[in-house]
């Protein structure tokens, strides 16, 4: 086969180099900049033109990245190679692998709903199509992200009335952008983490503008105490460094809040169901539209899709991920 599994990652042999590759390697082809997909280490790295400044920011801006163009294509020791908008996050890509009358695309992650803060998913046919299948459950059914940033407004105003400072959590890399950019025509202070700033201008590099914010500190926290939106990672906790408990209603934002044991486990008892991942309809529609024979699956529980891609006559098998533990491999739920 033209890709196979290794320990590293997903490999091509014929072409010499990695896909999201676990550890450092020669030649690393990136399909997206959250910290399970691109990690430090490799000597040369290859992604998506938009994906470039992400990729500084996270890797370092000494390490050696070149930047194809969304459909533009390269030959790599013979190979043809071309990314393709994935929907995920910015600059998140489909990689096209292409030798002898093989093709094979790897998906990394990706979402079917629109997000006016990345390119939108763009579907290429093959014969191999690798997935994910993150939220791989007939469950698992997206409401329209506009339904879901109205009951963001209205929480907000309720607590400005009430004077309590409202904390949404979002990864710090995509959701986060996604939320502030939601906030337009929304009246109040935002507060961004700085892990989310940095982020920033990535984005508005490619054109793509937010309202107003400040970075969040303790000095524009008291400044703006009880009327304040403020953006956070998951892991920040902010809530118990700036202020009282007491002051802060907490709202998560994940496609994992659609059940109540998600919720449970997350300690959110409510929250916004908006996810950058695709749903079980998305999941389906994207791999009929690849048009592959073969689909591979990976990144969840592939129990049920195989089932169900089974029972149409394709060929389904199961692609492991490497078991190293990384902290933010859910980033981007």
């Not at 938009?50 to 030959?75: D, F, H, N, V, W």
């Not at 020791?77 to 998140?92: D, E, I, K, T, W």
């Not at 303790?218 to 105490?225: G, P, V």
């Amino acid at each position: 086969m033209l890709i196979r599994q290794e320990p590293e990652g997903l490999y091509c042999e014929a072409g010499g180099f990695y896909i999201d590759p676990t550890r450092g390697v020669e030649r690393a082809l990136i399909t997206h900049a959250h910290a399970d997909h691109a990690r430090r280490g490799s000597r040369h790295y290859l992604c998506a033109e938009p994906c470039r400044a992400l990729l500084e920011t996270r890797l370092g801006k000494k390490q050696s990245i070149e930047t194809l163009a969304y459909g533009e294509t390269c030959l790599i020791n013979g190979v043809q190679v071309s990314f393709h908008p994935a929907g995920h996050v910015l600059g998140s890509s489909q990689i096209r692998v292409s030798h002898r009358d093989e093709v094979w695309v790897i998906s990394g992650d990706y979402k079917l709903h629109p997000d006016p803060t990345c390119a939108r998913f763009e579907p290429v046919a093959c014969h191999h199509f690798v997935s994910e299948c993150t939220f791989g459950s007939p469950i698992y059914q997206w409401p329209s992200p506009e339904s879901q940033w109205s009951r963001l407004r209205q929480w907000w105003q309720r607590h400005q009335q009430m004077g309590v400072n409202s904390l949404v959590l979002g990864y710090s890399l995509g959701k986060a952008q996604r939320i502030l950019h939601a906030c337009h025509g929304m009246e109040g202070p935002i507060l961004v983490h700085t892990s989310i700033h940095d982020c920033i201008p990535a984005y508005q590099a490619q054109g793509i503008h937010f309202p107003p914010y400040q970075i969040l500190s303790t000095s524009t926290l008291r400044a703006h105490d009880g009327k304040a939106l403020v953006i956070a990672p998951p892991s920040a906790r902010v809530e118990h460094k700036l202020a009282t408990p007491e002051h802060w209603e907490i709202m998560g934002v994940s496609g994992w809040l659609m059940t109540r044991t998600q919720r449970r486990k997350k300690g959110q008892c409510h929250g916004l169901i908006v996810s950058d991942h695709a749903d079980w309809p998305g999941l389906l529609e994207a791999i009929n539209a690849s048009q592959a024979h073969t689909i591979h699956l990976m990144h969840g529980d592939s129990r049920m899709l195989e089932q169900v891609l089974g029972s149409e006559g394709r060929q389904v098998m199961r692609m492991e991920r490497s078991t190293r533990k990384i902290e933010t491999s859910s980033e981007g739920s």
